[in-house]
T-cell receptor, first 117, second 112 residues
Framework: AQKITQTQPGMFVQEKEAVTLDCTYD???????LFWYKQPSSGEMIFLIY??????QNATEGRYSLNFQKARKSANLVISASQLGDSAMYFC??????????????FGSGTQLTVLP | DVKVTQSSRYLVKRTGEKVFLECVQD?????MFWYRQDPGLGLRLIYF???????EKGDIPEGYSVSREKKERFSLILESASTNQTSMYLC???????????FGDGTRLSIL
């Protein structure tokens, strides 16, 4: 089974509007972390935001926030006030702390976001 | 700021060649990773290393090997390159638990 599922291969949003990128995950590990990365067309991976499984509050980082719904195993990224520079591929990733693969990240297939002027 | 440097942004090699992809980080990180990225598949872990001379297989190690002789350098080796290894390769490092991975700019490798 897929550990990280991103069901939206592509998304479009109008400049200045908010957009939600979906991410669901599958783990039996009680301790895990969820990450979102941005990859512009130039190729570098840029870390955006992190949510720990025991964090009581949803993570926020500037215009980025994470809508963490633990019972539904979802960790959607919300980008407010979209900018043209937000056009990129976005990846959701998970680290399972107690499992044998605790050091590595498992990535979803990504969502290509295009911001329209 | 952490700097993860991959030796080449673009590389073209021929089938059967031995190919070396180099990655260097400047922050004394213990853990380093090699991923390949293919459209629709996201990033898949090839190998990682948690210390000098220590390595572990990731999800897709077949056809690859790695070398970590010094803490700052992690090399990915394609022993005999094949066309199905044409891909984007990304190196990453991490200082410790719970920290985000820092990535290099990637190497777009084409095997002809």
């Amino acid at each position: 089974a897929q550990k990280i599922t991103q069901t939206q291969p592509g998304m479009f949003v109008q400049e200045k509007e908010a957009v939600t990128l979906d991410c669901t995950y599958d783990t039996s590990d009680p301790s895990y972390g969820l990450f979102w990365y941005k990859q512009p067309s130039s190729g570098e991976m840029i870390f955006l935001i992190y949510q720990g499984s025991y964090d009581q509050q949803n993570a926020t980082e500037g215009r980025y926030s994470l809508n963490f719904q633990k019972a539904r195993k979802s960790a959607n990224l919300v980008i407010s006030a979209s900018q043209l520079g937000d056009s990129a591929m976005y990846f959701c990733a998970m680290r399972e702390v107690l499992s044998g693969s605790a050091r590595q990240l498992t990535f979803g297939s990504g969502t290509q976001l295009t911001v329209l002027p | 700021d952490v700097k993860v440097t991959q030796s080449s942004r673009y590389l073209v090699k021929r089938t059967g060649e031995k190919v070396f992809l180099e990655c260097v980080q400047d922050m004394d990180h213990e853990n380093m990773f090699w991923y390949r990225q293919d459209p629709g598949l996201g990033l898949r872990l090839i190998y990682f290393s948690y210390d000098v001379k220590m390595k572990e297989k990731g999800d897709i190690p077949e056809g690859y090997s790695v070398s970590r002789e010094k803490k700052e350098r992690f090399s990915l080796i394609l022993e005999s390159a094949s066309t199905n290894q044409t891909s984007m390769y990304l190196c990453a490092s991490i200082p410790g638990w719970g920290q985000p991975q820092h990535f290099g700019d990637g190497t777009r490798l084409s095997i002809l």
